[in-house]
Each structure stands twice: as C-alpha cells, then as structure tokens.
C-alpha cells in the first residue's frame, strides 16, 4: 500500500520569532523563539520525514574534538531527514589540527557547507568559528555551553508534564558544567524554578547565574543556589543527574570523585523529592556514580527520552537556522 505524501513544507508551522544567526548558548534564542522551536521539533518528531525541499542537496560538517555518540548521530540523522549529507571531520583529520586557524577554517568551511556544527573545548572557538562563517554555526557542546542537550530538555520536560513556565528543577552537583549553564538558561527562558546544589568549588559562574536571573525577572523563573542535595530536591518534579567527571577532564578524576561523592542520584535522595518528580541525566552515565541504575532504568527516569528528543530538536534547530540563513542571503 502506499504511503500518502506528507504536506509540503509551505503548509507546515515554521519558526516565525527573531532566529539567530547562529546556537552557541541557549541564550540566542529568546523566550517566544525557544518556544517556537520547540514546537516545531514536537512537529518533527511526530512527522518526522517531508521536511526535505527547502534543504535538499545541502551538506553539514561535524567538526568533532571531543568524542561524541548522542550529538554526532542526531545531529547526522536530522541532516539526512532534511535532505542534506553530514561530514563528520575529526580534528586530527583536518588542516585544523595541524595548524590552520580556525577563522581560515570557518571561511573555507562555508564555501562548501549550509551549517557548521562544532563540538569543542574551549567556548572561543565556537564563537572564533561563528564570526568567521558566513553559514550558522551550531555549538555541539563546549566547555561551558550545550545548547543541544538543552532543547531535548526541555522538549523531554514538556512532553511529560505539559507546560515549562512555573516547573520545579534541582540539579545535583557539578554547577560549573556546560549541561548545568545551558539547562540555568534553559530554565530561565521557560520560567521554571532552579535550585543547583554544588558543592564548593564547583558553583555556577557568576555572570551565567546574573544573566539567567535577568532574564528570569522577565519571565517569571527563578534560580537558587546551594550545598544540600536534599535540600534542592524537596520540591523538584525534575532532578538532574551531571557526569561527575567531564570528558576532558580525565586528569581531576580522583579529585571530583570525593568531591561529588555526596552528589549522587540515587533512591535515598529522591526519597526526599516529591512523588511526582522525574530524573534527567544528559549521558553518558556512570552507574554507581553520579546515578544508580535503579534510578537511571526506574519508572522516574526521563533520561532515555532526554536522548531520543535530541533528534527532533536537532531537526528542527538546522532547519530553522539553515532556511533562515538562506532567506537572508537571497
Ligand atoms: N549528551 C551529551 O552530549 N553528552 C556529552 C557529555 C556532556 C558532559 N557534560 C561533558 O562535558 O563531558
């Protein structure tokens, strides 16, 4: 039997509110824009394919530092539902690791590509990549900013329960890492209520936390800040989970372990959490460290969700930011 056509693009709900040039931090994208996003990306995930014309023929690059399994293939597999080929291009692999620069890169890069994708160390050189590429840049994480991660988030929040503005979320743990500052901003553009709970040493930086808070006045969220787990979650419906050791910082292992060590999810501490609550956790997971397997399998668990709604976000960010960029070049 054959499959009935799926509606052309013209018909489709698209983006409309101020799409930035480029996604390094969640914070391009304003409150109506993120909103907006996300609906498309609900539209996506439920009608995945017909999505193609506007894009087909096109091509991404993957510029990948850092190993990557849920980025890389979402964001390749949201490529090829639009009708574009993704190359992935591993630093080693290209003149960058041997000594162009990253501007040379970006400007070359263009020349061939609708969209750059980088995942990285430092935030500089998502931003060094941005002002030399004349097609979007999309931050695949660096070290401090993971907007991707942050609309399947948000994406997996909404689904589960039906409305961001007003939620409750605590995150446990390291409160200096890229997934804490982008779901802080994440937050804050919804209007939901964060408490991180950090230990000393790792709070969140205080320009992330200002910024938030100013966005927060406008929208209604809040932020909190503080040392007890405990404390955090005794009213969140959402409880994040952080890698205790990030994948560039292989060398602090044995110093963040004790650090952390009071940090983690697991039944004891969602004893104290409402009955309702759900626990996130971006992946990859050690089980036994910052999440037990019990929590990370349990009914609670939204982290399998977290990780399948990376596709449809992917999906609907290139295309909102590749069709826009077009629309203004011609
Ligand atoms: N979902 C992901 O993209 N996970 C990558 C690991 C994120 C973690 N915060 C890290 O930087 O190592």
Same mark, same amino acid.
């Given at each position: 039997m054959t499959q009935p056509l799926p509606a052309p693009e013209a018909d489709r709900p698209a983006?409309? @509110?101020?799409? #930035? $040039?480029? =996604? =390094? *931090?969640? +914070?391009? =994208? $304003?409150p109506p824009t993120l909103a907006e996003l996300l609906d498309l990306a609900a539209d996506m995930k439920e009608e995945p394919l017909g999505w193609e014309r506007d894009l087909r023929g096109g091509a991404i690059g993957c510029v990948f530092e850092k190993p990557s399994t849920r980025t890389r293939v979402s964001l390749a597999t949201a490529a090829h539902r639009l009708g574009m080929t993704a190359i992935v291009l591993n630093r080693q692999e290209l003149q960058l690791g041997h000594g162009e620069t990253v501007a040379d890169t970006a400007r070359v890069l263009s020349s061939y590509l609708d969209a750059i994708t980088v995942r990285t160390f430092d935030h500089a050189t998502v931003e060094q990549m941005a002002d030399a590429a004349t097609v979007p840049v999309v931050n695949a994480l660096s070290n401090t900013h993971h907007p991707c991660q942050s609309l399947a988030d948000l994406l997996a929040l909404r689904e589960h329960f039906g409305a961001l503005a007003g939620m409750t979320a605590a995150f446990i743990g390291d409160g200096t890492s890229n997934t804490c500052n982008s779901f802080l901003a994440a937050c804050a553009a919804s209007g939901m209520h964060l408490t991180i709970a950090a230990p000393p @040493?790792?709070?969140?930086d205080m320009d992330i936390l200002r910024k938030a808070r100013e966005l927060m006045t406008h929208t209604g969220g809040s932020v909190s800040l503080t040392t007890e787990p405990i404390e955090a979650v005794g009213a969140a419906q959402a409880v994040y989970a952080e890698v205790?050791? #990030?994948? $560039? *910082?292989h060398h602090e292992r044995e110093a963040r372990t004790e650090h952390l060590a009071a940090y983690r999810v697991d039944d004891a501490l969602l !004893?104290? !959490? #409402? *009955?309702e609550a759900v626990v996130m956790h971006c992946l990859p997971a050690v089980r036994g460290q910052e999440i037990t397997s019990e929590v990370l399998d349990g009914? *609670? +668990?939204l982290v399998w969700r977290q990780a399948a709604n990376r596709l449809p976000t992917a999906q609907a960010a290139l295309h909102t930011l590749i069709t826009t960029a077009r629309r203004h070049t011609t």
């Open positions: 983006v409309t @509110g101020k799409v #930035p $040039d480029d =996604l =390094l *931090r969640v +914070s391009d =994208l $304003d @040493g790792y709070e969140t205790w050791v #990030p994948m $560039d *910082r !004893a104290h !959490a #409402p *009955r009914p *609670r +668990s």
